[in-house]
């Protein structure tokens, strides 16, 4: 999908763009929280879908779709460069994750929300389930969404 120069698409696991998606999700969630991207965090990549939104050859978002059991798939680890933030980058890549998400006969999305993204969520029609919990030291919700 192009929008304007913003383009949304599939990257490969361990290519550059990979490598420059791991760094931007390192700045945009890791940092902020003193935590650090491991070789096994990265290996758990190997079998997800990653979708990218570039500026040219910039990768200025990436959200990760985990295929789950009961033709689920869990998104994760969305992250949009803060050069971009607040321009509908996040919102592009949510759509475009359904669309796809869609096409692969997957029937729900599910994801945790932290607990600050919970409106850009609830706007784009997903629901919370159960109470808040901690993960990573910070507050997030369940959310899910039917295809």
Same mark, same amino acid.
């Not at 607040?86 to 359904?98: D, F």
């Not at 629901?127 to 969404?145: N, Q, R, S, T, V």
């Given at each position: 999908m192009t929008e304007g120069t913003i383009s949304i698409g599939l990257i490969e696991y361990d290519s550059e763009q990979y490598i420059e998606s791991v760094a931007l999700r390192q700045k945009v969630l890791r940092d902020p929280l003193g935590l650090k991207f491991t070789k096994e965090n990265m290996v758990n990549d190997a079998n997800e879908y990653h979708l990218a939104a570039t500026n040219g050859s910039e990768i200025i978002g990436i959200l990760l779709l985990k295929p789950l059991i009961n033709d689920a798939v869990k998104m994760r680890q969305v992250a949009v460069s803060p050069d971009f933030q607040?321009?509908?980058?996040?919102?592009?890549?949510?759509?475009?994750?359904?669309t796809l998400s869609k096409n692969l006969g997957f029937?729900?999305?599910?994801l945790h929300a932290r607990k600050v993204a919970l409106p850009f969520y609830n706007a784009m029609n997903y &629901?919370? /389930? @159960?109470?808040?919990? &901690?993960? /990573? @030291?910070?507050?997030?919700?369940?959310?899910?969404?039917d295809l």
């Open positions: 607040n321009q509908g980058i996040g919102k592009l890549l949510v759509q475009e994750s359904e029937k729900r999305i599910e &629901l919370a /389930i @159960g109470d808040e919990f &901690l993960e /990573i @030291g910070i507050p997030h919700y369940k959310m899910f969404k």
